[in-house]
């Protein structure tokens, strides 16, 4: 994985490793700013196939995020992808969503992260 960042991937495997997803995350992606905790890919997949099989419309979809699974530490490799939850992309002081959203942003593009989630303001 050409430019990925090494300690990052070993969070993400971290992250793998274990059954949590406590741990809070502020990533910069081309520019935009995402914050959140990193979940377990399993742990992310599941999550996103139960939002899109209470859809009737998306419901279809659903069973895609739970039949393939890509390459995890367990298995060999390493992870390739972050997958956030209660994330939210920060636009200047609103985060989108208010709710938090599901993300899947890719290791390498990554270019430049800290640890914890930074919280935006509402004035």
Known sequence: MPN???LLT????????????????????DGAVITGRLAPESMWRERVSEVLRTSERLSPFSDVFTSHRGARPDRGGSPTHLHFH??????GSLGIPET????????????????GDLSYSEQ
């Open 4 to 6: 990925a960042d090494e």
């Open 10 to 29: 070993a969070v993400a495997a971290m992250v793998e490793a274990q059954p949590s997803n406590q741990m809070s995350l502020t990533v910069v992606v």
């Open 86 to 91: 209660l994330a939210r992309i920060l636009q």
């Open 100 to 115: 938090g959203g599901m993300y899947r942003v890719a290791i390498k593009d990554v270019s430049a992260w800290t640890v």
